[in-house]
């Protein structure tokens, strides 16, 4: 998938990589541990965009430019689209695979699609023989680094994850039960764009999509995860806690900046103001539907 797309140029890269507060360097295992931290800390999961009418594409090099210039993030094609064109871009062998992320407790079938996943190959360690990792910045409040690509239980901060091989051709990965979601699987085939760009439509757009219901936005650290939900901030893991509904407008964006690193100055002219009518508006008919 990202042999076959056209290199991010030198200007990209560079802002890419000081977003991350990195240097280029040659490829590494200890070295892309470094970039999928920072990426998974920096760059946040977030469909805030949908709510502001932003339409967006899934194209890796444009998400790219997004998280370089305009200081957003995105969901897992714009993540990790992004970063397997930055990984492949400074000499990584990256891979694209289908993934389906799942809320029961197997893997559903109708799921299919809705997450596109990164392996890279060609790093061994002592511990790691193989060389194939399992890289996702794109699942929120999942991982926050690399994993082996090979079955076991890990470990990151508060959540325990568990890895399994599915026969021949598929992987399955079990969250914790903290987490967001149940699982996700995948196929080790490779993936194009045009596979996603169906559902990517459906989850941006339809009123059924979660993602259209309620603005999000996830930041996943050593520790945990922020996340806000609508007006509401919470954390999961280390120090959690949920707080009260924010009530000002100043005061939810400062956070969204301080807290999520999301910026609108490349946004277009009334995105914030409309933004906030949005979600203002999704939460009172939310406090409505309680009240009842």
């Known amino acids: 998938m990202f042999a076959l797309l056209p290199p991010l140029d030198n200007e990209v890269r560079a802002a890419y990589l000081a977003r991350l507060g990195v240097e280029a360097g040659s490829p590494s295992v200890?070295?892309?541990?470094?970039?999928?931290?920072r990426h998974a800390e920096r760059v946040p999961y977030e469909t805030i965009w949908i709510h502001s009418g932003e339409l967006w594409g899934i194209d890796p090099g444009e998400s790219a430019r997004r998280v370089a210039f305009a200081g957003r993030g995105g969901y897992c094609y714009h993540l990790n689209g992004a970063l397997g064109l930055l990984l492949h871009s400074l000499g990584y062998e990256v891979h694209g695979h289908?993934?389906?992320?799942?809320?029961?407790?197997?893997?559903?079938?109708?799921?299919v699609g809705n997450h596109l996943v990164l392996t890279v190959t060609?790093?061994?360690?002592?511990?790691?023989?193989?060389?194939?990792?399992?890289?996702?910045?794109?699942?929120?409040?999942?991982?926050?680094?690399?994993?082996?690509?090979?079955?076991?239980?890990?470990?990151?901060?508060?959540?325990r994850m568990g890895l399994e091989r599915v026969g021949g051709t598929?992987?399955?990965?079990?969250?914790?039960?903290a987490g967001g979601f149940s699982g996700m699987s995948w196929t080790t085939a490779?993936?194009?764009q045009a596979d996603f760009e169906e559902r990517h439509a459906w989850l941006s757009t339809s009123p059924e999509s979660g993602f259209v219901k309620v603005a999000m936005a996830e930041r996943r650290d050593a520790t945990g995860v922020d996340v806000i939900r609508g007006l509401v901030l919470a954390r999961i893991g280390t120090n959690a806690f949920t707080a009260e509904p924010l009530t000002s407008k100043q005061e939810w964006f400062d956070l969204l900046a301080s807290v999520f690193g999301l910026h609108f100055d490349a946004s277009p002219p009334g995105t914030r103001d409309k933004l906030w009518d949005t979600v203002l508006s999704a939460h009172r008919q939310w406090e409505a539907a309680s009240n009842k």
């Open 30 to 37: 200890e070295w892309m541990f470094t970039l999928v931290r």
């Open 98 to 111: 289908i993934g389906g992320v799942h809320i029961s407790d197997g893997p559903d079938p109708n799921a």
């Open 122 to 159: 060609g790093l061994p360690t002592a511990s790691n023989p193989s060389g194939a990792w399992y890289v996702d910045t794109g699942l929120g409040d999942a991982l926050h680094e690399p994993l082996p690509l090979a079955s076991g239980m890990y470990v990151q901060g508060q959540f």
């Open 170 to 177: 598929e992987w399955h990965l079990t969250h914790d039960p």
């Open 190 to 192: 490779p993936a194009r």
